[in-house]
């Protein structure tokens, strides 16, 4: 059973950056981030697998990087160039190699960009 703990999110006005962390309790195959506006349904950000194969959500592509550090079982998440779309809670999450849907889900975190 994986745990995760994510750090990170607030409040940012338009244009600004944010960073997000998230922390497993051990080694994962994939992980990466979705997030939830209000009145919307949970999508996806982005993800990253063990050998840094990254995929981005064509929303965020540009402006949002993934990585990570396997050895500290750690995904970060650089947010530049925000937008008030962008406002939404985001979750940290992790899989294995055989879906990209995720096993996991961290407790979420409050993005909020003004404009």
């Known amino acids: 059973q994986v745990q995760l703990v994510e750090s990170g999110g607030g409040s940012v006005q338009a244009g600004g950056s944010l960073s997000l962390s998230c922390t497993a309790s051990k080694h994962t195959f994939t992980m990466g981030w979705f997030r939830q506006a209000p009145g919307k349904e949970r999508e996806f950000v982005a993800r990253?697998?063990?050998?840094?194969?990254?995929y981005y959500a064509s929303s965020v592509k540009g402006r949002f990087t993934i990585s990570r550090d396997n050895a500290k079982n750690t995904v970060y998440l650089q947010m530049n160039s925000l937008k008030p779309e962008d406002t939404a809670v985001y979750f940290c999450?992790?899989?294995?190699?055989?879906?990209?849907?995720?096993?996991?889900w961290g407790q979420g975190t409050q993005v909020t960009v003004s404009s």
């Open positions: 999450t992790a899989g294995n190699m055989f879906s990209a849907t995720p096993d996991t």
């Open positions: 990253i697998d063990w050998s840094s194969n990254i």
